[in-house]
Nanobody
Framework: QVQVTESGGGLVEAGGSLRLSCTVSGNRYTVNAMGWYRQAPGKQRELVAGITSYLRPNYADFVKGRFTISRDNAKNTVYLQINSLKPEDTAVYYC?????????WGQGTQVTVSS
């Protein structure tokens, strides 16, 4: 089993930046891909970005260059850098860690962007 813990959310003004962090503990050597999802109020959860254990990233179309996912395997941590934040980026951001047959989810970290 793996445990996933996010941090780095908060309240920020539009145009600002945040870096979210996600650390994996437990049986972390079994983790393959990791990713970030988000869920805005009244909306479905959606994929933001993912990254493989070989550090190959992929992004949702709406990201449009404002988000960067990175990963430090030595620290068992994945990051999501978000620039030029918009009010519509307000959501709970969740980190995931995939092992064979399962996907572990964190509790989420709230990002609120004021206009």
């Amino acid at each position: 089993q793996v445990q996933v813990t996010e941090s780095g959310g908060g309240l920020v003004e539009a145009g600002g930046s945040l870096r979210l962090s996600c650390t994996v503990s437990g049986n972390r050597y079994t983790v393959n891909a990791m990713g970030w999802y988000r869920q805005a109020p009244g909306k479905q959860r959606e994929l933001v970005a993912g990254i493989t254990s070989y550090l190959r990233p992929n992004y949702a179309d709406f990201v449009k260059g404002r988000f960067t996912i990175s990963r430090d395997n030595a620290k068992n941590t994945v990051y999501l850098q978000i620039n030029s934040l918009k009010p519509e980026d307000t959501a709970v951001y969740y980190c995931t860690a995939e092992t064979i047959g399962t996907k572990a989810w964190g509790q989420g970290t709230q990002v609120t962007v004021s206009s």
